[in-house]
């Protein structure tokens, strides 16, 4: 069982960045690739960043490259996702999700997900 709790949401103007964290509870972290995935009302939850378990492949979605970055400190059992140069439809709340056993995973079938945290871009 893992828990993940998201934290660094909030509201900002357009172009300011923000920095969310996402803490895995338990002591095999290592084990799991991560990713953030935002949802917006009447939308469906889409992938914006993936990390492998080692942290050494990423993926990010075309809207957010160059803006956001994924990483991960499995020491701290964390991962983050920077966002920069934040825009109005960045507007969502965003999710982090573990997946077993796997290394940058694209699809929305995680194991763990978090309980979300809301980035509100203003223009």
């Known amino acids: 069982q893992v828990q993940l709790v998201e934290s660094g949401g909030g509201l900002v103007q357009a172009g300011d960045s923000l920095r969310l964290s996402c803490a895995a509870s338990g002591r095999t972290f290592s084990s799991y690739a991560m990713g953030w995935f935002r949802q917006t009302p009447g939308k469906e939850r889409e992938i914006v960043a993936a990390i492998g378990r080692s942290g050494s492949g990423t993926y990010l979605r075309d809207s957010v490259k160059g803006r956001f970055a994924i990483s991960r400190d499995n020491a701290k059992n964390t991962v983050y996702l920077q966002m920069n140069s934040l825009k109005p439809e960045d507007t969502a709340v965003y999710y982090c999700?573990?997946?077993?056993?796997?290394?940058?995973?694209?699809?929305?079938?995680?194991?763990?997900w978090g309980q979300g945290t809301q980035v509100t871009v203003s223009s």
């Open positions: 999700a573990a997946k077993f056993r796997y290394s940058v995973y694209l699809y929305n079938d995680y194991d763990y």
